[in-house]
């Protein structure tokens, strides 16, 4: 500042502190403003206020006037000038230390003043802020002193100028926040959730101001907070306020796919392909992002490279892929995960791009697959560099097969079956293969055969599944054996999808029964581990339907004679855990329905057993199975339920087998009234729903029963009542007795049914978790030791 | 920036719902996944959104490592697993591993049988969730990947509860799941070794508790047992199948036994064969004790204890009785209670902490008229007794195992946050570490300072010991070398290699320095008297006179020459490279001591 003006100064800022002086008008404050503004860009504003004094007292006089004596434009000019000074941080902390900015912008300045009425002063407040925001202690200012509020208020201003000046700050200071390293992933992520939920047309206009900033952010690099960066702009597109205009967001995506990392061009590249509306070319990039990495495999691996339009496009970017791939093993690891991934999420959705390249797709996964088990033969020394980096990795291995059994499903597929089944035996078969690992190989193995041309359609399955079968028996037949629970489980659980849906093919039942396998799951029947026996017990349910259970007939196995039935009545007797029995259950239930041979040769003996070791199970899902035994065999004596909707198509009725009340008697006698009426009392719940519903059917079906009186012995009906009424009130050990058909119907109509079932629909804790006993909870646990709360566990 | 970071979803300053994210030289290991068992929605289960915002779980997470059994430890695993759909890695021991399904099994049957609830994880989910588990021996070094490693200490507590070391390079986190530093009737002490971790994160259940002595609180027990079945009444205890229900058992079985007592004690749904079982297989986490008695008694074979009947409950005369579930709040014991509750003479023994809303908690807080199904009201005229047994460390133990490992920092979890508090400022001041206690969601960053791996080429090392020294564990030595960086490893090698790796030429720096000596014989003779000067004093050295006149030492030459304006002086150049500095400046000092009179 020349010397002239510095000597003028102090007396230009006494007239202008003073408020019986008039100041000539706007204009000439406003040119003051400039200048000052000119001056504390050429130097240092610190150094300026601290050569004249003069300019602080003006602001701390300001302050310290009555607030009715401020003139409204001098006190909007010393609003400005404070924020002109305050945009060097220096300066900013020199006038913090005085309390002066938090005087003229904080709640107590101004803005309770009755000058704050007058437009001029909302604006020079809003224009100080706007200047000293530029570093970020203005920004933490802007927080703290509360202004963030005020502006927010301040967008909707009476005054247009005030209105648009807010807003611009708002603008302005998510764009710093954005340029302020620690904050950009924080207001990236704003805007992201912004532009997510906000759909008005005025985002576009804040898009309109933002995308230079995050073009900015995208010259940098490492790109900052790329991962925020991709989910904001894939809101924004997601948006359907940009679904017509172009703004310029599509280059946007374009630039920041090619110049982002591989592992974060992925999700990039995945969400654009989710976008409903994209320009082709676009797409075309995302997708060769997302399939670099698969290529590059293919190509390091394999002489022949795949499709020539696919590989010949990606090679600017795919040396950069390459590195990635090589630069070490985790970063290897974690990028084809990734891919793996995304490709497995993209393969059913209406949108993936066509043509679809399946074969390559195929061909990759094969080739992963054999980089982790080591049987790949690589053909270059960066195939040599990936067998190093795969070989053993079973996070690799889990995700390949994860993604090969969603690749199952393809019309090019049918070629590659012989080099897919090979990798999944060979997975199958290593002796290196983790429990996971075998476990997603059979699910993928298990989608492959499924997604053979229907066996019911087509008698032959093809060239390859007769031969892939005689291979994989011996494998299945080996699992069986693993020393590992989870192995011998996921085995079986794979044999039993297999035979419910191969168990007819003549292929399937010869290689099946010329292996061991049967022999080897009967024998699982006595596993050590509940969870195998549980599944063993399914398998051979499974097995026996399709009669496939065939066990030679040796005399050194007496379980053998005992015949299926009888190994498994065992297991729901003994069992000390719940799985097997429950499972036994449930394949009698089916077997029942498909009324298998062993249990259609005596079907009254079969259900009465098996309800007499439920009923005193112990397992309340075993007991609840066992009601829904029942209700199979009552809908195969007593027919079909009757449908509700007046306008069904009424089937056929069954025709019980005999006359209703002997129906009714061989119900009393095989003690399925009793266990019924038990478990209605059944201390838990799901148990007692059922049994209600059953005697609902129940009653239902001998309501329009003609044939039968009311019992003229009133008194049979008494006892019978008093002995439910017993069995409510927790005491069991009475027994029904053998009822007759006509006590069991009044029985059965004295029984409020649908009040129980109201009751029972009503989870039990209703009358704990009401607001009632919460405040009798607190209240009452006032004067409790204080020790009780934190004892817990 | 190399930092550890870390984040608990739950157990940050309170109890249940154990979680808590570690990131660890840039790995990612979630440290229990718990239910908080006082809620029926979804704040039972952590609030994974947070993770999940960082792409694909699989991706993020490089491992989940469960600490015990119990519940607000491990019950939201099916949940995070097969229904949030994190398909890696989870890491336990093979106790837990045993334990923990029939535990979640028995959550589960409990939470749709009570509640109806059909949204929940079903048998099949934990048994897949189960597959993905990866059971680890105390002790033994886990490489989860090539850079990630973990490693399980006894903690006591529980059968098979673990503290867990989580390490990568030279960075590690302990972490001590529930842990207990005294041992019990069944269990050891919890142990570590001094592992200087650079963080500890300790639960801090009992941070302001001093216990007392835990025979106190058993012969109450046993008191409050024995007089009640002696004057005819029946004791219900309710308890969850596996861990308090065994230590009581043994305690009780102890003491029928010395006492001769025949009033029977049964265990109820059939869970005492299988959990004895547990115990029976994994003899070698019990206690010192129950060891060495075993090949003559297993402790875990009860003579007094019978599995329990339904019907039993009718009996008439004295019985114990332990049923679950341990809150009263469904099932087999809740059934009994409403049997019992209405007779004086009965009581029941609440083990452990219950939550609101359970039949247990009111009663707990004396309340004795109780709402049941249907507006019936339950009247309860039994005694209620409250006994703690839950086995953690106390403040005393806390401090004791924050010497045992020597950590560089401590973080507090799994307790009040006044109670940490008050623990925090003591470990503050008595080990002059840092203590955080971050709340759920607030991440704690500590900065760390990675030793990165240098590897030292084989000719530099032949170099240094062509210099005939042996190397000394004990006495370090100053090896110099040039460090390059190259593929991303660093490596020490001898400048001569570097330059030749790096395709580089070298350059030479001297420093020369003049020395003025009044002298007024010629350069040559100068020249001379210096060379001989210095052949006398340095016999070490290789003194050489070069033809040029020149005199060297090592590598340092010195010429003589006239000074320009006065011929009374001589000027000595002196120069000398980096390497030789030091012979250099006291070749320098030399000469400006000046040259010795030669007898003329």
Not at chain 2, 88 to 103: D, E, F, K, N, V
């Amino acid at each position: 500042m020349d010397p002239e003006c510095s000597r003028l100064l102090p007396a230009l800022c006494a007239v202008l502190a003073d408020p019986s002086q008039a100041v000539a008008d706007d204009t000439c404050l406003e040119k003051l403003l400039d200048w000052f503004k000119t001056v504390t860009e050429a130097g240092s504003s610190l150094l300026l206020l601290q050569e004249n004094p003069c300019l602080v007292d003006l602001l701390s006089h300001v302050l310290d006037l009555k607030p009715q004596d401020v003139s409204p434009r001098v006190l909007s000019f010393s609003l400005c000038l404070a924020g002109t000074f305050a945009a060097q941080e220096d300066c900013f902390e020199y006038l913090q230390q005085g309390q002066l900015l938090l005087g003229l912008f904080g709640e107590a300045g101004p803005l309770s003043w009755a000058a704050w009425s007058v437009p001029t002063v909302r604006s020079g407040w809003i224009r100080g802020l706007r200047s000293l925001a530029q570093h970020p202690s203005g920004l933490h200012f802007l927080g703290n002193s509360g202004a963030v509020d005020a502006l927010f208020s301040l967008q909707g201003d009476s005054s247009l100028f005030v209105a648009s000046a807010a807003s611009q700050l708002l603008v302005h200071v998510l764009a710093l926040s954005m340029q302020a390293a620690p904050q950009v992933t924080q207001a990236l992520n704003v805007l992201t959730t912004t532009f997510g939920r906000c759909h008005s047309p005025w985002t576009e206009v804040l898009w309109g101001q933002l995308s230079p900033l995050v073009a900015h952010l995208l010259e940098s690099d490492p790109i900052p907070a790329a991962h925020s960066l991709v989910d904001l702009l894939l809101s924004v597109a997601r948006s359907p306020v940009f679904a017509s205009a172009d703004c310029g967001l599509w280059e946007t995506m374009a630039r920041m796919l090619s110049c982002l990392s591989p592992t974060q061009a992925g999700s990039l590249a995945l969400g654009i392909l989710k976008l409903q509306h994209c320009p082709q070319a676009l797409r075309s990039q995302a997708f060769r992002v997302l399939l670099q990495p698969l290529v590059c495999i293919l190509r390091a691996t394999t002489q022949a490279p795949g499709p020539p339009g696919l590989l010949d496009e990606t090679s600017a970017g795919s040396s950069m892929m390459v590195d990635t791939l090589l630069s070490s093993k985790s970063a290897c690891v974690g990028l084809l995960c990734q891919t793996l991934a995304h490709l497995e999420e993209l393969q059913p959705l209406p949108q993936r791009p066509s043509p679809w390249p399946q074969t390559l797709l195929v061909e990759a996964a094969v080739i992963i697959l054999q980089l982790c088990d080591g049987s790949a033969v690589p053909s270059s020394s960066e195939g040599g560099r990936l067998c190093g980096a795969l070989a053993g990795c079973s996070r690799v291995q889990r995700a390949a097969l994860d993604f090969l059994g969603t690749l199952s499903q393809g019309i090019s597929s049918r070629e590659l079956m012989p080099q897919v089944f090979a990798v999944l035996l060979e997975t199958l078969e290593s002796p290196a293969s983790s429990p996971m690992v075998l476990k997603k190989a059979f699910q993928a193995t298990l989608r492959w055969l499924l997604d053979l041309p229907s066996p019911s359609s087509c008698l032959d399955l093809g060239p390859h599944a007769p031969l892939f079968l005689r291979e994989l028996f011996p494998v299945l037949q080996k699992r069986l054996c693993s020393p590992c629970w989870e192995v011998r489980d996921s085995a079986l659980e794979f044999l039993t999808h297999l035979t419910a849906c191969w168990g007819g093919e003549a292929d399937f039942r010869e290689a099946l029964l010329a292996s061991e396998v049967p022999k080897l799951t009967w024998q699982l029947l006595r596993d050590p581990e509940s969870y195998v026996r549980a599944s063993a017990v399914t398998a051979m349910g499974q097995l026996s339907s399709q009669g496939l259970e065939a066990v030679s007939e040796s005399p050194g196995h007496p379980e053998v004679q005992q015949g299926l039935i009888g190994e498994l009545l065992h297991i729901l007797s003994m069992d000390s855990e719940g799985f097997p029995r429950r499972a036994v259950v449930r394949v009698f239930t089916e077997w029942l329905r498909d009324s298998h041979a062993d249990v259609a040769r005596d079907t009254e003996w079969f259900v009465a057993t098996v309800l007499q070791m439920v009923s005193q199970d112990l397992d309340w899902e075993v007991r609840a199975q066992g009601l829904e035994l029942v209700r199979v065999f009552l809908v195969q004596t007593l027919g079909q339920p009757n449908p509700h909707c007046p306008y069904a198509v009424t089937l056929p009725k069954v025709t019980p087998p005999g006359p209703l009340p002997e129906v009714l008697r061989t119900l009393c006698q095989l003690q399925i009234i009793d266990f019924a009426f038990r478990a209605l009392f059944d201390c838990d719940r799901p148990v007692a729903q059922k049994a209600c519903d059953l005697l609902l059917f129940l009653r239902e079906k001998t309501a329009p029963c003609s044939g039968l009186q009311e019992p003229g012995n009133s008194s049979d009906v008494t006892s019978v009542e008093a002995t439910l009424h017993r069995w409510q009130a927790g005491e069991q050990s009475q027994p029904l007795g053998n009822l007759e058909p006509e006590e069991l119907l009044a029985a059965l109509r004295s029984l409020d049914l649908e009040g129980f079932q109201g009751r029972l629909a009503e989870s039990s804790d209703h009358v704990e978790k009401s607001p009632q006993s919460l405040l009798q909870d607190m209240l009452a646990t006032v004067a409790v030791l204080e020790e009780n709360v934190a004892d817990c566990y | 920036m190399p930092e550890i970071r870390v984040t608990p979803l739950g157990a940050g300053q309170d109890v249940g719902r154990s979680c808590i994210l570690v990131s660890i030289a840039g790995k990612n290991v979630m440290l229990d996944c718990g239910m908080h068992m006082g809620f029926n929605d979804d704040r039972r289960f952590p609030d994974f959104s947070y993770i999940t915002q960082n792409g694909r779980l699989t991706d993020f997470l490089d491992c989940v490592i469960i600490s015990h059994f119990h519940l607000d430890h491990c019950g939201a695993l099916p949940y995070f697993s097969e229904m949030v759909g994190y398909d890696g890695p989870i890491y336990m021991t093979h106790p837990t591993q045993a334990i923990c399904p029939i535990l979640l099994e028995d959550y589960r049957k409990i939470a749709v049988d009570k509640k109806g609830e059909a949204n929940f994880f079903t048998s099949q989910m934990i048994k897949d969730c189960m597959k993905k588990v990866v059971a680890v021996h105390l002790h033994q070094t886990v490489q989860v990947d090539d850079e990630l490693e973990i490693k399980a200490y006894y903690a006591g507590h529980v059968l098979g509860a673990a503290m867990f070391q989580i390490k990568v390079g030279s960075e590690s986190v302990v972490y001590t799941g529930d842990y207990n530093m005294t041992p019990d009737r069944h269990l050891g002490a919890a142990w570590i070794d001094k592992c200087r971790p650079n963080l500890l994160i300790t639960e801090s259940t009992y941070a302001t508790t001093i216990r007392d002595s835990k025979r106190c609180r058993e012969r109450d027990f046993l008191k409050k047992v024995h007089e009640t079945v002696e004057r005819g009444g029946k004791v219900l205890i309710p308890v969850f199948a596996l861990g308090r229900a065994q230590e009581l058992c043994i305690l009780l079985e102890t003491f029928w036994e010395r006492m001769n007592l025949k009033v029977p004690i049964y265990f109820s749904t059939g869970l005492t064969e299988k959990a004895n079982h547990y115990y029976k297989l994994f003899i070698t986490w019990t206690n010192q004790k129950i060891r060495k008695t075993f090949v003559q008694r297993n402790m875990f074979e009860f003579k007094h204890i019978k599995a329990f009947d339904r019907a039993f409950a009718d009996n008439p005369g004295p019985m114990v009785v332990f049923a679950t579930p341990g809150m009263l709040h469904a099932g087999q014991s809740l059934q009994i209670f409403r049997k019992w509750a209405g007779n004086e003479k009965n009581m029941v023994i609440m083990p452990g902490y219950c939550v609101q809303g359970t039949v247990g908690h009111k009663i707990l807080s004396g309340q004795r008229k109780l709402e049941m199904e249907g507006r019936q009201v339950l009247e309860v005229k039994m005694q209620v007794e409250y006994m703690s047994f839950s086995a953690h460390a106390d403040a005393k133990g806390i401090m004791q195992l924050v010497g045992q490992a020597e950590p560089e920092s401590v973080l507090l979890v799994h307790g009040e946050a006044k109670k940490m508090e008050f623990l925090r400022q003591k470990i503050e001041q008595e080990f002059r570490v840092s203590c955080y206690m971050p709340a759920n969601g607030e991440t704690v960053t500590l900065p760390t300072s990675p030793s990165i791996p240098v590897g030292i080429s084989l000719g530099l090392l032949k170099q240094e010991m062509a210099q005939g020294l042996l190397p000394e564990a004990k006495k370090p030595r100053l090896l110099h070398g040039t460090l390059i960086m190259k593929d991303s490893s660093f490596r020490l090698v001898s400048s001569e290699q570097a330059l030749k790796e790096l395709g580089l030429a070298e350059h030479q720096l001297r420093f020369t320095c003049r020395v003025h000596l009044q002298d007024t014989r010629k350069e040559q003779e100068m020249a001379l008297r210096v060379y001989s000067h210095l052949k006398s004093t340095l016999k070490d050295h290789c003194v050489q006179h070069l033809p040029d006149g020149s005199v060297t030492v090592e590598s340092i030459l010195i010429q003589a020459a006239a000074h320009s304006e006065d011929p009374g002086i001589k000027v000595l150049l002196v120069s000398w490279t980096y390497q030789d500095e030091e012979l250099g400046s006291f070749l320098t000092t030399l000469l400006k001591k000046g040259l010795p009179q030669t007898p003329s």
